[in-house]
T-cell receptor, first 119, second 115 residues
Framework: AQKITQTQPGMFVQEKEAVTLDCTYD???????LFWYKQPSSGEMIFLIY??????QNATEGRYSLNFQKARKSANLVISASQLGDSAMYFC????????????????FGKGTLLTVNP | DTEVTQTPKHLVMGMTNKKSLKCEQH?????MYWYKQKAKKPPELMFV???????INESVPSRFSPECPNSSLLNLHLHALQPEDSALYLC??????????????FGPGTRLTVT
């Protein structure tokens, strides 16, 4: 079984500052993928960034970067220069094999962190 | 274009009604997904279609019936729902369901209320 843990139900950050959202995971798979999604109040899940378990460098996408520490099984999201539009729910997710020996994979989400950016 | 569309955006239905949710993508993706999301909770996977065949059913009650008419379309047929089925229903697609590296792209969701 696999588990995603996001320990911060809510976070606050001042506009233009950086913020780190925590994510730890637990898996026995050697090969896995880690994802971060943003969900504004409108409901749509927006893909932000991806990190593969074999990637040696941390992933970056614009203002988003993923601090991947494989030995600690953590995949924290760093948002630099926060903007008011960054206020949303953020989900960490991991793609895992659906059944033992099978070839299908599914995405399992953490409980999410609600980020509020203050002006 | 990374757009997944869903219709309707909102749906209110009685427990005896039959309705359908629709999802469409034109990214050439061969895997499509239905998720259910209750308020303040993460999405929960319901079904996965891979190459238009149902590949994952997460023990969803039979009052939810998925259908994949072609590689671009995904439907979710609803019948005899319960009030606890009220939720945001999200559709997603990805290049494939056969690898751990493909990101899923989500639609805006359908907010369903069962009265």
């Amino acid at each position: 079984a696999q588990k995603i843990t996001q320990t911060q139900p809510g976070m606050f950050v001042q506009e233009k500052e950086a913020v780190t959202l925590d994510c730890t995971y637990d898996t026995s798979d050697q090969s896995y993928g880690l994802f971060w999604y943003k969900q504004p109040s409108s409901g749509e899940m927006i893909f932000l960034i991806y990190q593969g378990s074999y990637d040696e460098q941390n992933a970056t996408e614009g203002r988003y970067s993923l601090n991947f520490q494989k030995a600690r099984k953590s995949a924290n999201l760093v948002i630099s220069a926060s903007q008011l539009g960054d206020s949303a729910m953020y989900f960490c997710a991991m793609r895992e094999g659906w059944n033992s020996g099978g070839s299908n994979y599914k995405l399992t989400f953490g409980k999410g962190t609600l980020l509020t950016v203050n002006p | 274009d990374t757009e997944v569309t869903q219709t309707p955006k909102h749906l209110v239905m009685g427990m005896t009604n039959k309705k359908s949710l629709k999802c469409e993508q034109h990214m050439g993706h061969r895997a499509m997904y239905w998720y259910k999301q209750k308020a303040k909770k993460p999405p929960e996977l319901m079904f996965v279609y891979s190459y238009e065949k149902l590949s994952i059913n997460e023990s969803v009650p039979s009052r939810f019936s998925p259908e994949c008419p072609n590689s671009s379309l995904l439907n979710l047929h609803l019948h005899a729902l319960q009030p606890e089925d009220s939720a945001l229903y999200l559709c997603a697609s990805s290049h494939s369901s056969y690898g751990e590296f493909y990101e899923q792209y989500f639609g805006p969701g359908t907010r369903l209320t069962v009265t």
